[in-house]
């Protein structure tokens, strides 16, 4: 498989879009006006206790204060408090190396008031984004990533990504690990470690080390809320969690940033620095990779599959639903069953696709077309259990009802960039239907005729979108004209854009409305 890394830059954004194939498969945006990133570490001030959520909200310096959950304090907590407190001014400060252990506490029997008091300064690290009118979600089970590992403070257990089937590779990953870890120190050996070597793994452990040194010694320099340590860009982060032999190059707009991807690269790959390359031309960079056409489809209702066959993909506060669809397929198909296995088996890979690209999340319902054999069921949940593995976000996939519905569940930790631009129709109010203009002249006068008669009124002023006056107005003899005579009444008609096709007001000559 191919893969490419395409950056745009601009002064307040940058876009990465990852392309598999020259498909575009996840499209990730990051603010430079928010400052604020999964794996940041700040020091927080408990703003508000809430008993009855088991929670608090904790001041980071986001506009909206975050959220932390008891289970989210991590059964160590009290020594995190220890040591964090040790960092205050004026105090000489713990080493986590040398440093006992508190009781570990069990965050399910919990209740977060006896650990936590407002005013209270508490370490914490960005698990979520702000989403919506949702702050930022904290956790305080701090953990440092690496290329190769993620070192986890106030733990001493070596863990193995699954991923890695070897059990000679593993007894590699552990002896080394063993060999440099710190007291008190656990680490997380991701399934890149398989091809690094010794020594990489080994300065990776120290690095992330000295990372953890580093970040306590900002709490006697910082009071909160304060930025304890950042993570790096999240084109580097993408860059760490993703790179491998399949990358054929990354391509960025910016010079600053092509700058400081080559200056990662060379430390944790040297010899892949090749592949990162500044882009030169006078076509944006989107428009010169077709990014931009893959991205417009983020936005549609509908996503066109292959022979006719499409899906359809709706929001709703309360979950995301697909349907699946043949088209025109089951004209021409004499086989029900295998048309619809076909259909849904290039859904399947569509959805997944779907699923990364515009980062939905909660429960999905996909709704695909009704297979009669067990075996086709089966034949397509395991292709999608495949066809999702390589969906880094969280995921459960159950297999189809009887009904032939598949729910997904996926982890959401950036906004959705589709619902960042949507707006709720002022015409329709969002169900996609008006009323029909064939009738709105005969709405009109019927009002203006209840003016007249009932209300006694000789005079009205008509506000309507520009081509309802443009109809009002047209002919030898406008309708306008023709309710003046037949209702004895003058009527004004005047113009406002920004009213739908088929709103109308009716205006005194104070311009007071007189029909509420």
Request: proline share 4%; charged share 25%; net charge positive.
């Amino acid at each position: 498989m191919n893969r490419e890394l395409i950056i745009s830059v601009t002064p307040t954004e940058m876009t990465i879009a990852l392309c598999e194939d020259k498909v575009l498969v996840e499209l990730n945006k990051e603010q430079t006006r928010t400052g604020f990133a999964v794996g940041d570490i700040y020091l927080g001030k408990v703003r508000k206790i809430m008993p009855g959520l088991n929670a608090a909200f904790v001041n980071v310096g986001h506009e909206r204060d975050a959220f932390i959950h008891c289970l989210d304090m991590g059964g160590q907590f009290p020594s995190l408090q220890k040591l964090v407190a040790s960092y205050q001014p004026g105090k000489r400060g713990l080493k986590l190396e040398t440093m006992k252990l508190e009781a570990p506490l069990n965050p399910k029997t919990e209740k977060i008031a006896n650990h936590l008091t407002v005013g209270q300064s508490v370490m914490v690290q960005i698990a979520k984004e702000a989403i919506s009118t949702k702050g930022p979600r904290l956790t305080a089970e701090i953990s440092l990533a690496g290329r190769n590992v993620v070192l986890v403070p106030f733990n001493s257990k070596i863990f193995i990504s699954q991923k890695i089937r070897s059990n000679e590779e593993k007894k590699r990953l552990k002896r080394i690990a063993a060999s440099v870890l710190p007291q008190n120190f656990g680490v997380i050996i991701r399934t890149a470690a398989v091809h690094a070597s010794d020594f990489d793994i080994e300065q990776d452990i120290l690095s992330l080390v000295e990372k953890w040194h580093n970040t306590l010694q900002q709490i006697r320099k910082n009071p909160a809320p304060a930025l304890l340590m950042s993570e790096m860009s999240r084109a580097n982060t993408i860059i760490r969690d993703t790179l491998d032999g399949s990358f054929s190059q990354i391509i960025v707009d910016d010079e600053a940033m092509y700058n400081n991807i080559r200056s990662y690269i060379r430390l944790v790959d040297p010899e892949r620095e090749k592949i990162v390359k500044l882009y030169h031309g006078t076509l944006p960079i989107f428009d010169n990779f077709d990014i931009s056409r893959q991205i417009k489809s983020l936005f549609a209702k509908y996503v066109s599959l292959r022979r006719g066959a499409y899906l359809i993909i709706e929001h709703t506060e309360a979950m995301n639903v697909i349907d699946v669809n043949s088209g025109n397929r089951t004209k021409a198909e004499d086989n029900q069953e295998q048309t619809a296995l076909d259909v849904n088996l290039a859904a399947a890979h569509e959805i997944a696709r779907q699923l990364r690209l515009r980062d939905l999340g909660g429960i999905v319902i996909v709704d695909f077309i009704d297979m009669h054999k067990a075996q086709n069921r089966q034949l397509l949940h395991e292709e999608m259990t495949k066809l999702m593995a390589g969906d880094k976000a969280k995921h459960t996939v159950l297999p189809l009802t009887k009904f032939g519905l598949m729910q997904i569940t996926r982890q959401r930790i950036r906004p959705v960039a589709v619902q960042d631009i949507q707006d709720v129709c002022p015409t329709c109010n969002g169900t996609g239907k008006i009323e029909p203009t064939i009738l709105l002249d005969k709405k009109i006068e019927n009002q203006i005729s209840y003016l007249s008669q009932d209300r006694k009124r000789k005079y009205v002023k008509l506000v309507v979108s520009p081509y309802v006056a443009a109809y009002l107005r047209q002919g030898f003899v406008p309708l306008r004209l023709k309710w003046m005579m037949r209702y004895g009444m003058w009527i004004d008609i005047h113009t406002d854009q920004s009213l739908g096709i088929v709103d109308v007001h009716y205006h005194d000559r104070k311009n007071n409305d007189i029909i509420g």
